[in-house]
C-alpha cells in the first residue's frame, strides 16, 4: 500500500497563500484563532488521519458495512471517527460557541475534510452528515429540539442524517410521498421509506437523528407541499429517556465502492408510532434542505478530489519506484546493457501523473475558494456582501461538486493504468480508489442534475447578475496574470474561454425565451464540462499568480521546487486539458438537435 | 438483470451487409459455408450464449475463481464454455479441416465471438486462448507437437495459455529472463516465472498447454534472443500417458473484475523437471507470437465493445422502464399532474444511450472489418494482395484494440450514470461491467504500448505506403457518401479529419527525423485517441451508406427503423464525439514538451 494520500503542504499553500485564509480569520467571528492555531489544527486532523483513518482504509473495503438482524453492523474505526474525531471538533467546528461549537471557518473545516477523505473516504461522512444534521437544527429547529438532540450530535455519540430520496421519486423531489400526520400532542406521525441513506444505521451510535423530508396531508403538490422533521431513531422522552421510534433498517445496499461507508433503506412508521418534530415553517423543508445543500456540494466535491488525491499519490509512489522498459536513442534503437529506466521517467507516464495533480490540485483549490465565499457570506456586515459571496457561491457549486467527481473518474482511471495489470488486482490499491470515487458524480444531485442547475439556473441567476459578478472575480486573476512575465500567455488563452462562454450563451438562452426548454437544457451536461474547463483553468492560474510571486519574491514558506511544480502543472492543464473546450464549444454551437425525442423511438 | 445484452440483427447487419461477409465467403478456403449456413452458426452460437453463458453473468462475478492447495478453482460453466463449445466449434472454427478445424472466416468467428463476449466476458477466454495456443502450434510447432497436443485442445478437452510476462519485465519483453537449456533429448529444460497467465490452470482441463517465451542459454540479448515453447502442464511420454511436468500453480491473482477468469502465477521447473519443446526456430519466438497477435488483439477489441453492449442495454432496458421527472412547458414549469416520464424521453438520458451505441457499434463494425482484413490477407491469391490486407490490418488493428476499451469504459460509465444510485449497487449489473471492462486497456499490450505501435510503427510502415492504402479505403467511403443525399455533409467533415491527421503527422514526424523519439511518441496516447476517432467516424460513415441505401432501395432485410437508427447514431457520433479532435489536434499540434522530464524533478 502506498504510503501518502495527500499534500499537506499543498493544502496549507491553497489554504493560507492562495484563499488568503487571513482574510476570512480577520473576521471577528474567529477572533480566537489565527494562522499559526489553524495550521496547528490541520496538523492534528492529518495526525489523527494517520493514525485512525488511513490504516484501514483497505481493510473497509474488504470488510463491508452489512445488515444483520434489523440493523447496521459498520466497521470498529466509524467508533473512532464519531467520538475522537468529536472530540477533536471535526463535527462541531463551524459552529457557534454557544451552540458547542468551535467557530472555525468553513474554510479550515474544509481543509481539514479534504485531509479525513484523502485519508479513508468510509469515514468522514458519518461525521459529515451528523455536523450537517445538526445545522439543520441549529439554523431551523426550536429551542427544544436544538437542546434534546444537537449535543450529543456535536460530540459524537449520535449520529445525523439526511433522508430525502424515495424508491418512486429518485432525483425528482416533487413527488416524494412520505406522509407527516399532525397529532394533538405536537408531534406529526410520519409514514413512509427512504432509501440511499447514508449513515443510516449503525452499532456505535445510541441514536441517530434523521432530517427528513415529508408531506403534511392536506399540502400543495410538489416541492412547495415538503415539510422538514426531525425524526430520530430512539425519541427522547420528557424525562430524558431514549425510547424506540418505530424506524426500521430495512436493508444495506451493497455497493461497488465506498463499501465501510453504510447505505441504508430505512422505513418509517410500520407500527404507526413514529414520531416525527417539525423544523421550522409547514411546507418549506425544500427550502431549508437546499440552504444547507451547498455545504453538502462542497463535501461531496471535497471528497472527490480527495480520492483522486489518494489515487495519485499512490500512482506517483508508483511510478517512482518501477523500474520498466528504456527510453529510444537518437538512432531509435535501445540499449539493452543500460538499466531499465524508472517509469516515471517515460513521457507517457508523466502525462498521467501531471493530469492527475491537474485535477486534483486544480479542483482542491476551487473547493476551498467555494469555503471562503461561503464564510465570507455567512460574516458579511452588508446585505450586498452578503448577496455577492452568496451569488458567488452559487455560480460555482455545480462545478465544485462536478468537475472533481467527473475529472477525478478520469484521473484515477490514468492512475490505474499507471500500474498495468497490477492496477486492475486487489494487492493494490488504486482499484479501489476507481470503485469508491465512482458515487461522488451521483451523491448531492447528479452531474445532469447538477448541469441544469448551472445553466438553467445559475447562469440566469439575477438576470445575469451572478455571471457578471464571477466574471469580475476571474477578471482580477486575469488581470495580475497578465502583470507577470510567463503568465501572460496564459491569461489570453482562459481570456479567449470566457469570450466563448459569452457565444455559447448567446446561441442557448434564445430557446429558453423561446419556452424551448428541452433545447436549451438538452446540452447541460456538455456546457458542464465546457465551464468546468474555464473554472478549473481560472484556479490554475489563480495558483500560477501565487506561485509566481513567491519565487520572484523569494518568499521561502516553501521551497522553490514546490512553486515550480504548479507553474509545471499549469502548463499542462492549459496544453492538454482546457482546449479540450474547442470541441465541446463546438457541440454546443451545434445546430442538430439529436438528442431530442422524435416521433419515432430511434434508440433502440 | 437486464434481459439483452447484444443485438443480434446488429451483428449480422455489419457482418453480411456492412462486411460484405460473402466477398470472403467466396474464397475457395470457405466453399463449403454460405450465408445461410453462416447465420445458422450465429444463432446457433447465440443460443448457447444465452443457455450457458449469460445466466452465469453476475454469478462468475460473485464466486470468483480462487487458488486452493497448489490449483486454481473456477466456476463450473468453464466446462461447459469448453467441451460444449469444443463441441460447437468455438475453438477450432478458424483452423483447416486437415487439423481438425471448420475452416470459418475470421469474421464470422469474430462475431460469434462478440456475442459470447457480450453474454458473459468471464468465460470465452478460456476457449480463446486455448485457440490461439493451437494456432501457434498449428502454425509452427512440428508434426509430433501438432499431433500429440492439438486435437485435445481443438476439442476443449484440454485448456492453452500464452506465457509472455515476468514480475521484472512487464510490458517490456526485452527483459524477460526465464531459462531454456538444452538437453541432448531434443528438449530444453524451463526455468523461471510468469505472471498475469490467463486461464493458467483449472479443475476442468485433463491438461494445460503453454505457449511460453523464454530465452535458451547464450541467446542474444533483447527480443532477438527470444524462443518459443511448447510448456504443457503435463507432458505427453511416448507412450500416450500423462505427467506432471514441474508446473506449478503459484497463486490466482484477485481482481477488480473479470473475476470469473483466473489470472495466475506460474512456476517452471522449480524442481529441475519440466520440459519445454521448442516451437519453429530458436530466437524467432518474439516473431512467431507476434504473428498471432493481431488475432489476439482483435479478440480484446470484440470482449470491450462486447462488455459495452451488455452495459448498453441493460441501461437502455432501465431508460425504458424507469419512471422519473417531468418534462418542463413552454412557461419553464412542470404540471404536476401529469403522470412522470420514462427517463428514456429526457434528452440528457438519450446523449447518455446513444452515447453508447455510438461507442460499441462503431467499434463492433470496425473490428469486423479488422476480421475480414484478416481472412482477405489470409486468403489472398497473389503476393500484393496478402501485402494489402496484412498491411491494412496492421494500420488498424492498435486503434482496434485500444478504441473499444478506453471508450468502452467512458461508455459504460454513462451507462451506469443512468440508473443514478442504482448503477452504483451491487443488485444491478452496470456497475459489474464498469469493473470487468477496466482490464481490457491493459490486456496484449496497454493503450500507451498500443499508441507508441501506432504512431511509431504503423503510420511510418513501408515508409508510409500502409496510410496510403489505409486513405484509399476511407476515400472509397467517402466518395460513396458524398452521392447519397444527407451524407454529404458527414463526408465533409470526416475529410477535414483527414487533412488533419496530415497536419500532425508533418509537425511529429521531423522529431523522429532529427532523432528525438521521445519527443515524437511523447503525446502517442493523444494521437491514438484523436485517430481512433477519424477511424471511428469512418466505420460510422460506412454503417451509413449501407443503412441510407437499404432505405433508399427498400431493402426489407431489416425493418426501415433498425436503419433509421443506426443513421440517428451516426449523427450523434459526428456532433458529439467527433468535434473532441479539434482540442486533441491543438495538443498534438503545442509546442509544449511539459510532459519531457526535465533536470530537476517537478512532478511532486
Tied chains: 1, 2.
Excluded at 432525483?171 to 394533538?184: F, Y
Excluded at 445496499?253 to 417539525?278: E, N, P, S
Excluded at 478549473?536 to 521546487?561: P, Q
Aim: with cysteine.
Amino acid at each position: 500500500m502506498a504510503t501518502k494520500y495527500v499534500d499537506l503542504a499543498t493544502v496549507k499553500f491553497f489554504m493560507n497563500q492562495v484563499q488568503e485564509a487571513e482574510t476570512v480569520l480577520d473576521k471577528e467571528r474567529y477572533q480566537d484563532h489565527d494562522s499559526a492555531s489553524v495550521d496547528l489544527f490541520i496538523e492534528s486532523v492529518k495526525q489523527f488521519a494517520d493514525k485512525e483513518l488511513f490504516p484501514y482504509f483497505k481493510e473497509m473495503d474488504e470488510k463491508p458495512a452489512y445488515h444483520k438482524d434489523g440493523s447496521v453492523v459498520v466497521h470498529p474505526q466509524v467508533d473512532k471517527m464519531m467520538k475522537q474525531g468529536g472530540e477533536l471538533g471535526l463535527i462541531a467546528a463551524p459552529f457557534d460557541y454557544e451552540d458547542g461549537g468551535l467557530q472555525l471557518p468553513m474554510l479550515v473545516h474544509t481543509a481539514a475534510g479534504y485531509i479525513l477523505d484523502a485519508a479513508n473516504n468510509h469515514l468522514p461522512g458519518y461525521a459529515g452528515l451528523t455536523s450537517g444534521a445538526a445545522e439543520l437544527i441549529l439554523e431551523f429547529g426550536s429551542k427544544a429540539l436544538k437542546e434534546s438532540y444537537t449535543p450529543k450530535m456535536l460530540s459524537g455519540e449520535w449520529g445525523g442524517t439526511m433522508c430525502l430520496t424515495e424508491p418512486q421519486a429518485g432525483s425528482s423531489l416533487s413527488d416524494i410521498v412520505t406522509k407527516a400526520i399532525p397529532t394533538d400532542k405536537g408531534h406529526y406521525k410520519i409514514n413512509g421509506q427512504k432509501i440511499f441513506i447514508s449513515g443510516g444505521d449503525h452499532q456505535y451510535a445510541d441514536n441517530i437523528v434523521h432530517l427528513l423530508l415529508a408531506r403534511i396531508e392536506g399540502a400543495p403538490a410538489g416541492t412547495k407541499g415538503i415539510s422538514l422533521f426531525v425524526v430520530p431513531k430512539n425519541r427522547v422522552t420528557d424525562s430524558g429517556e431514549l425510547v424506540p421510534n418505530d424506524v426500521t433498517t430495512v436493508a444495506d445496499f451493497q455497493k461497488m465502492g465506498q463499501k465501510g461507508y453504510c447505505t441504508t433503506h430505512l422505513g418509517f412508521g410500520d407500527k404507526d408510532d413514529c414520531q416525527g418534530y417539525l423544523v421550522g415553517e409547514a411546507n418549506k423543508g425544500l427550502h431549508y434542505m437546499f440552504l444547507m445543500m451547498n455545504g453538502a456540494r462542497i463535501a461531496v466535491g471535497r471528497t472527490a478530489s480527495a480520492i483522486a488525491s489518494g489515487a495519485y499519490y499512490a500512482s506517483l509512489e508508483y511510478a517512482n519506484e518501477r523500474p520498466q522498459g528504456r527510453k529510444l536513442s537518437s538512432d531509435g534503437t535501445k540499449n539493452l546493457n543500460q538499466k531499465q529506466n524508472l517509469i516515471v521517467e517515460h513521457p507517457d507516464v508523466r502525462r498521467m501523473l501531471l493530469l492527475q495533480k491537474a485535477v486534483v490540485e486544480g479542483g482542491m483549490n476551487l473547493i476551498f475558494k467555494a469555503a471562503k465565499y461561503y464564510d465570507l457570506q455567512h460574516t458579511a456586515q452588508d446585505k450586498t456582501e452578503k448577496h455577492k459571496y452568496h451569488s458567488l457561491l452559487e455560480m460555482i457549486i455545480p462545478v465544485v461538486k462536478t468537475y472533481p467527481s467527473e475529472a477525478g473518474i478520469y484521473a484515477i482511471n490514468n492512475g490505474l493504468q499507471i500500474l498495468g495489470g497490477y492496477g486492475f488486482c486487489a494487492d493494490y490499491i488504486l482499484q479501489q480508489y476507481y470503485r469508491d470515487i465512482r458515487i461522488c458524480a451521483i451523491y448531492e444531485g447528479t452531474t445532469g442534475i447538477q448541469s441544469q442547475d448551472l445553466l438553467g439556473r445559475k447562469m440566469m441567476l439575477n438576470n445575469g447578475e451572478g455571471a457578471q459578478l464571477l466574471l469580475a472575480e476571474i477578471q482580477q486573476t486575469l488581470d495580475a496574470a497578465l502583470q507577470i512575465p510567463g503568465l501572460e500567455i496564459w491569461a489570453k488563452q482562459l481570456g479567449e474561454q470566457l469570450q466563448r462562454t459569452q457565444e455559447i450563451l448567446q446561441h442557448l438562452v434564445p430557446f429558453a425565451m423561446q419556452g424551448d426548454f428541452e433545447r436549451f437544457l438538452a446540452d447541460a451536461s456538455v456546457f458542464m464540462e465546457f465551464f468546468s474547463l474555464v473554472l478549473i483553468g481560472w484556479s490554475w492560474l489563480e495558483i500560477a499568480v501565487v506561485a509566481k510571486r513567491a519565487l520572484i519574491t523569494g518568499d521561502t514558506t516553501h521551497d522553490a521546487t514546490f512553486y515550480e511544480s504548479k507553474l509545471e502543472t499549469l502548463e499542462y492543464f492549459f496544453v492538454y486539458e482546457l482546449p479540450k473546450t474547442k470541441g465541446l464549444a463546438e457541440v454546443l454551437l451545434h445546430p442538430s438537435a439529436v438528442t431530442i425525442k422524435k416521433e419515432k423511438e430511434l434508440i433502440q
